[in-house]
């Protein structure tokens, strides 16, 4: 009688040897899909941040380049922190160049792009960039800080709807009660307000918030609630600060407006806490304003 023929060969008879050289091939192909799916990425962001007609595609490129920390991303980053005309594209570059470079890329544009251009030969060929000088704090400003603000506001007549908007005006009056001028710039800091966006603006994440410094952000309440009651959604709108001089003994006022498209029963306008750095001649520090209040009780015309 003949013998049976031996089993063919499954995966219960392979050589462990055989085994372990699959596994071991089919992690290289998948690291080397990954490397290649990464760098066409990268280019494809690098297009976009180049070229895209949409600043929230530019801006969502930026943050993909500095979450990769591709160096060979960095020049096009420079480009777009000094001409992009969008503040959040910028915003997003800077952050972006931190990333890869390691250094803070502080709001000092000039020293940190000086800096960028006599190290980027070295960079691109994998070495490190020497430490980016951080700028001294200020010398604290003697006490009281001489500064006083005043927040007014005024709507339009009538009655607001999405074809008839109604406009509002919100005013922050800043007056220097001291003996020299006034001089509200920019603080040195190492966090910015880097976003991921969606369709139309929206924004999906904040990556990495600003501290509100020499920046003031003004909130409209429409229908501000009783006990118990519910408010619609507030209407936000910042303006920076930075530049802004006051002569000693005078004032200066910062107007923001706001377009209403739906009837309020009472209106209420505020300053939401902030902070400023302050410099008067030699001397520099922050003060706090805020919160500031008005509120108009009665309802549109």
């Not at 410094?213 to 959604?233: H, I, K, Q």
Request: glycine share 8%; charged share 20%.
């Amino acid at each position: 009688m003949a013998s049976a023929p031996p089993p063919a060969a499954g995966p219960a008879h392979r050589d462990p040897r055989t085994l372990l050289a699959l596994a071991v091939a089919v992690v290289a192909l998948a690291a080397a899909a990954i490397i290649w799916y990464g760098r066409a990425g990268s280019a494809r962001d690098l297009a976009l941040l180049r070229a895209a007609p949409a600043w929230e595609e530019r801006v969502n490129a930026a943050l993909r380049l500095g979450r990769a920390r591709r160096r060979d991303a960095a020049p096009a980053l420079v480009a777009a922190l000094l001409g992009d005309p969008s503040q959040r594209v910028r915003a997003n570059a800077r952050w972006a160049l931190r990333e890869i470079t390691g250094q803070p890329w502080g709001l000092d544009e000039a020293a940190c792009v000086a800096w960028w251009e006599r190290g980027e030969r070295e960079f691109a060929r994998g070495a490190e960039l020497p430490e980016l000088g951080r700028p001294a704090p200020p010398a604290p400003l003697p006490r009281p800080v001489p500064l006083e603000a005043r927040l007014e506001f005024a709507a339009a007549p009538g009655t607001p709807d999405r074809d008839h908007p109604v406009r509002l005006t919100v005013t922050l009056q800043l007056k220097n009660v001291g003996a020299a001028p006034l001089r509200v710039e920019t603080l040195p800091v190492e966090s910015y307000d880097v976003v991921e966006v969606g369709a139309g603006g929206a924004i999906i994440t904040v990556v990495e918030p600003t501290p509100p410094l020499s920046f003031v952000e003004v909130e409209v309440e429409l229908n501000p609630p009783a006990a118990g009651g519910v408010t619609a959604t507030p209407l936000r709108q910042g303006l920076s600060l930075a530049g802004t001089e006051i002569p000693a003994g005078g004032q200066t006022a910062i107007e923001l407006e706001f377009l209403l498209t739906r009837p309020a029963t009472a209106l209420r306008a505020h300053v939401l806490p902030t902070r400023l750095l302050v410099r008067a001649g030699e001397t520099a520090g922050t003060v706090g304003i805020g919160p500031l209040a008005a509120r108009d009780a009665s309802p549109s015309k």
